[in-house]
């Protein structure tokens, strides 16, 4: 009966689709190659977390080089687009193909929703945005910069032309910043006060620990502090990060292996007969080939799974870089999938 009455922009949505596929190489959720070695268990389970995450909070301001009054953190990122649209609204705008949850998100909240297709070179198409921002007026504009799922980052001219237009907030999404070769936009925060800046742990290793957070001026993280519940992030997940980020190496590690294997990685796949690989500043590499979803279900023979993602770009598939050892078994199993397509 609940389905009758639940609200019509809900009933119309489909759920985020986070299925689980056995397989052995798992090169699909651009998560990273490797996670911390010992669990921690000093938790006081009986009390509840420390609603503010100040250890957290301020660990991440230091360093950023930011205040810890200028972070609020989510239970992933995921949760800091929640917040976000719940105390703004809408249009909520974005280009695509980029991240699904914007959409998603804003789907949810029935807000208007104005998503801008990326340009033949998958850049953000300046005209079609600065157009967009004059006619819809959106209250957020979501850039997901290195975007996913096409690996690059984003015209850095045509992000600061969308900061002097746009009389919403930007939020630059760098949730792959740590793979990048580009330097990251927080210090032009100072410049553009609707500049906000999102990123996550969750790519870095930490997936499992839903650390998410978001970086802006003051006065706007107060408000957005209004709409998080108490308590979203759990005490084993801000030990364990903050424990994680003191360390280091894990992080270190991580984001070492995969610029190395994603360049070992990109070299491969551009051997491939029919196979053309986009550059990457993230943790995954964007491929386009002939006969693309044969492709996948081929390797999904072979154990290993990476995204099908020709939905929304064609004959589009997606590689998280994985550790040496997968990589490897990955380029063996396309080489050996491809050959045999081109004897026929
Ligand atoms: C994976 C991803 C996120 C989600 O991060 P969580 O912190 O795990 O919720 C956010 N933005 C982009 C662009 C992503 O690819």
Known sequence: MLKEIVKPN?????????VEIPCKVKLDANEAPYGLDAAMSDVETNRYPDPEAKALRQHLARMLDVGAE???????????????????????????PTFVMYGIIAQ??????????????????????????QKYEPKLIFLSSPNNPTGNSFNLETIIELLRVSRGVVVVDEAYQPYSTRPSII????????????????????AALRVGFLIGEE????????????????TASQRTALMALTDGRVIEQNITTVIEERQRLFEGLTRINGVTAYPS????????????????AR?????????????????????????????????????????QNNER
Do not use: W
Request: one cysteine or more; hydrophobic letters at 45%; a negative charge.
């Open 70 to 96: 200028n972070i609020i953190l989510g239970n992933g990122s995921d949760e800091i687009i929640y917040h976000l649209i719940t105390a703004i609204g809408g249009p909520v705008m974005y280009p695509v």
């Open 219 to 234: 006065e706007g993280i107060e408000e957005l502090n209004k709409v998080r519940l108490p308590y979203n992030v759990n």
């Open 10 to 18: 809900i009933r119309e949505l489909k759920a985020y689709s986070a």
């Open 281 to 296: 500043d993230a943790n995954f590499i964007l491929i386009k080939t002939d006969n693309a979803k044969t492709l996948h």
């Open 187 to 206: 210090p032009m925060m100072s410049q553009y006060k609707n500049l906000y800046v999102m990123r996550t742990l969750s790519k870095v290793g930490l």
């Open 108 to 133: 949810t909240f029935g807000v208007v929703t104005v998503p801008v297709p990326l340009s033949d070179d998958l850049d953000l198409d300046a005209g079609a945005m600065l157009e967009a921002v």
């Open 299 to 339: 390797l999904l023979q072979n154990g290993i799974l990476i995204k099908d993602m020709t939905s929304v770009l064609y004959g589009c598939l997606r590689i998280t870089v994985g550790r040496p050892e997968e990589n490897t078994e990955l380029l063996k199993a396309l080489e050996e999938v491809r050959g």
